[in-house]
T-cell receptor, first 116, second 116 residues
């Protein structure tokens, strides 16, 4: 089975540029999560979607960050304009959510983003 | 808001020995799920084991087991017969159950070194 697929695996770009991270969740999963991992703050949720609808975006740092999920098989996280402090590893995860279930979240391999 | 604390930034163990990683959490909810994830240097996030709060029996997955103490809000991970491949960062995570947020709240992690 294909897992959660993220692209690119690495991204290096200059401050001020637009960055787009992509995620394809596991087929059949209806919830998708974007997490950010830094040394200082650890792993933190940015936003999550259920059935393509954003449910909790309280972790999105500021207006420079935006996320979309146009269909069940694709999501993007965009940073515009990017800043050096956005450098981190960004993970996408997906799961099936329905009733009182304890389905674990499956993570992609992450995108290591470096803003120069 | 829920918080997860891992008080051991680093731990080491001899190959074939047993090691226990600590995790405590704070919540006012009565129904929730707890997880341990492993992150090797390849940076994948791999589910190790999960526990439902309503279950009194401690979860076990091969060499991995947990000691879940609900009243103490403690969820430690025991790794038996440690192997070199167990070397990784280990993250404890909390998730609300029915009706709550689906986001995972992570601890800051424990780096486990396995010595040959």
């Amino acid at each position: 089975d294909a897992g959660v697929i993220q692209s690119p695996r690495h991204e290096v770009t200059e401050m001020g540029q637009e960055v787009t991270l992509r995620c394809k969740p596991i087929s059949g999963h209806n919830s998708l999560f974007w997490y950010r991992q830094t040394m200082m703050r650890g792993l933190e949720l940015l936003i999550y979607f259920n059935n393509n609808v954003p449910i909790d975006d309280s972790g999105m740092p500021e207006d420079r960050f935006s996320a979309k999920m146009p269909n069940a098989s694709f999501s993007t996280l965009k940073i515009q304009p990017s800043e050096p402090r956005d450098s981190a590893v960004y993970f996408c995860a997906s799961t099936y959510s329905g009733g009182h279930t304890n389905q674990p979240q499956h993570f992609g391999d992450g995108t290591r983003l470096s803003i120069l | 808001a829920q918080t997860v604390t891992q008080s051991q930034p680093e731990m080491s163990v001899q190959e074939a020995e047993t090691v226990t990683l600590s995790c405590t959490y704070d919540t006012s909810e009565s129904d929730y799920y707890l997880f341990w994830y492993k992150q090797p240097p390849s940076r994948q996030m791999i589910l190790v084991i999960r526990q439902e709060a309503y279950k009194q029996q401690n979860a076990t997955e091969n060499r991995f087991s947990v000691n879940f103490q609900k009243a103490a809000k403690s969820f430690s991970l025991k790794i038996s017969d440690s192997q070199l491949g167990d070397a990784a960062m280990y993250f404890c995570a909390y998730r609300s159950a029915w009706g709550g947020s689906e986001k995972l709240v992570f601890g800051k992690g424990t780096k486990l070194t396995v010595n040959p």
